[in-house]
């Protein structure tokens, strides 16, 4: 898998979904990630700030073999040691992560490599240091992450869809209600975290996202 299939996987994904274990409705990481599966979502980042680092690594083993299994791409949020050890198809960084360039000498033609966004500015140094792909967000006001930035707004999105050619994905805040407006501005793939863990039955959230999708 790797790179090359990650990179399709995203292009051709309307939903990215993103492990939460603490908005699971008690489900383990491991649990939601088979059930993301199950609804049809190409693209799983694992993303786990709280555990130590060897129940990190157990649960990216298992989400990676289910990921592999099912032909989905497997993202690793934030630690390349991790993903590295999985062998996962790519990694995501935040601002405040490693620099990007330094992951990329360490990763090479390995992963897609990704980049949170959160301006014009940072999505033009992204291109410049040869990210991938691009996270665009917080579109709307989001309470998942600590210490998340203030959203963007949809005018990020327009900037971004206007003049940025990297692959990009839409995320923070992104629900059923305001996933066609998402769409409509230009995003093709949307990340969504607790509209899509925190749901009682995944597999019809992801099918009432679609819908709305459709209806737009």
Do not use: W
Not at 68 to 81: L, P, Q, S, T, Y
Not at 136 to 154: Q, R, S, W
């Amino acid at each position: 898998m790797g790179k090359e299939f990650a990179l399709t996987r995203l292009l051709k994904s309307d939903l990215y979904g993103i492990t939460a274990e603490e908005y699971s409705l008690g489900r383990s990481n491991i649990e939601t990630a088979a059930l993301m599966i199950q609804a049809g979502i190409g693209v799983i980042q694992y993303r786990e700030k709280e555990k130590d680092d060897r129940r990190q690594y157990r649960e990216c083993l298992k989400i990676r073999e289910m990921t592999k299994k099912a032909g989905v791409a497997f993202i690793v949020n934030d630690r390349v040691d991790i993903a590295l050890l999985t062998d996962a198809d790519g990694i995501h960084l935040g601002q405040d992560d490693l620099p990007l360039e330094n992951v990329k000498q360490l990763v090479g033609d390995r992963m897609l490599v990704g980049l949170s966004t959160h301006s014009p500015a940072q999505a033009e140094a992204a291109a410049r240091t040869g990210a991938d792909y691009i996270g665009v967000g917080p579109l709307f006001a989001t309470a998942t992450k600590k210490n998340v930035c203030d959203p963007v707004g949809l005018e990020y999105l327009d900037y971004v869809v206007k003049n940025v050619r990297l692959p990009f994905v839409a995320i923070g805040g992104i629900k059923e209600h305001n996933i066609a407006e998402v769409r409509r501005r230009g995003a093709r793939c949307m990340a969504l975290v607790t509209e899509i863990v925190g749901a009682p039955d995944i597999q019809a959230k992801v099918r009432a996202l679609r819908t709305a999708l459709a209806a737009r």
